[in-house]
């Protein structure tokens, strides 16, 4: 017998974020998710609940805790795709079906009493955030902002009746792949790009306000035609933006330009998951804020988180040349390994282009659907 409880305590909410520590206690591959971020995400506070809804549940059998998930109504997603589904996210649990299929079934007849037809995850709210369940690549750990789970999860899932929804493709960088072809490539395009009035800058950290609000409006117009994509809000951007600012590198942080106008952009983070899976269950205190600070330079790995261009001027080549000043910039500062992602897997423009410069599909994360 599996007793599911809704989440409505403090300690409720510590247990649920705390779970996944004790389920991969064994796993070299798990990287934990800070406290105070997950606490933040989960909070009615978060810009997320300004619009939309959430439910935690946690899923107990024969008196000890064995799994957690989240219920999910985007509203904005609903009202910009048109489509009446609802999400699943924060999924984990023990390798037992009695306790997956409660999990799920939780969640399908939470979604059915707010009158939606079907239900698709795992995302994390939407795929704005953290999404998909890895299907490829168990063995190494996830990069910053990736998820991770056991191998099982798929069976799982699919015996409850889910199916394929889309993949999710991440791609690998090494340092011998930056050949002389690649660069004479690269400086090629970034002539190329200048004959048509587009310039590569870096971001101003010193006009904080202004330059977001200008990647805002890249973000929201590059992926508006991208499969299961829902605009940030001006809160939920803004909120997202002050939290990446902490482990941003101006450096990887590169703006496209027309005669002055923003028409692109890409960020590129380093690797903090290489701390972070040193910071036993994701608190800083009293250690961790020590391990982050005596590690992060230490980093040797980087993820390029996301890379957007307005419609009208794809096919240019800004895509591959953003590809190439991150591979670049990573070698000046020491970096090994890089990973792309995620891609999805109908994306051939940006497949095509990674492909074109030495990166290795080396990771693939399914997100999973079902019609009520």
Same mark, same amino acid.
């Given at each position: ?18 779970? !996944? ?24 506070? $978060?810009?997320?609940?300004? $619009? ?21 109504? =985007? ?7 048109? =489509? ?37 995850? !795992?995302? =994390? ?124 590198? !101006? ?34 205190? !009293? ?7 005596? =590690? ?77």
């Amino acid at each position: 017998m599996i007793d599911i409880r809704k989440v409505e305590t403090k300690n409720q909410l510590r247990y649920f974020i705390d779970f !996944p520590h004790e389920m991969y206690i064994d796993d070299p591959c798990y990287v934990p998710e800070l406290f105070i971020a997950q606490k933040d995400l989960l909070s009615k506070k $978060h810009p997320f609940f300004q $619009h939309s809804k959430a439910d935690l549940f946690l899923a107990y059998k024969d008196g000890k805790l064995t799994g957690r998930v989240a219920a999910i109504r =985007n509203n904005n997603y609903i009202s910009y795709t048109g =489509n009446k589904i609802g999400f699943f996210g924060f999924l984990d649990f023990i390798d037992n079906y009695s306790v997956s299929e409660a999990l799920l079934m939780t969640v399908s007849n939470w979604l059915k009493d707010e009158e939606l037809t079907g239900m698709m995850g !795992p995302e =994390n709210y939407s795929t704005n955030d953290t999404c998909g369940t890895l299907i490829e690549g168990f063995d190494s750990p996830p990069m910053v902002m990736m998820t991770y789970n056991k191998a099982y999860y798929p069976d799982h899932l699919e015996r409850f009746g889910l199916s394929k929804a889309m993949d999710l493709i991440a791609y690998r960088f090494i340092q011998s792949g930056f050949t002389e072809r690649l660069q004479r490539v690269g400086k090629m395009l970034e002539a190329r790009l200048q004959s048509k009035g587009i310039t590569i800058r870096k971001f101003n950290t010193s006009k904080f306000s202004e330059e977001i609000e200008r990647i805002k409006k890249i973000y929201n117009s590059a992926w508006e035609k991208n499969w299961g994509f829902v605009p940030m809000t001006d809160e939920e951007f803004v909120h997202t933006a002050k939290d990446l600012k902490q482990i941003v590198d !101006p450096d990887f942080l590169l703006i496209a330009e027309c005669e002055g106008e923003p028409i692109g952009y890409t960020l590129t983070l380093p690797d903090f998951n290489e701390v972070l899976i040193k910071v036993k269950k994701g608190r800083l205190l !009293p250690l961790g804020l020590i391990k982050i600070l005596l =590690n992060k330079k230490n980093i040797k790995g980087i993820r390029i988180i996301t890379l957007g261009i307005i419609e009208q001027y794809r096919k240019l080549g800004i895509d591959a040349f953003f590809y190439f000043k991150a591979y670049e910039e990573a070698l000046k500062k020491g970096i090994t390994i890089g990973e792309a992602s995620w891609v999805l897997e109908n994306n051939e423009i940006m497949n095509r282009a990674i492909l074109n410069i030495n990166g290795e599909p080396y990771k693939k994360y399914r997100l999973y659907s079902m019609n009520f």
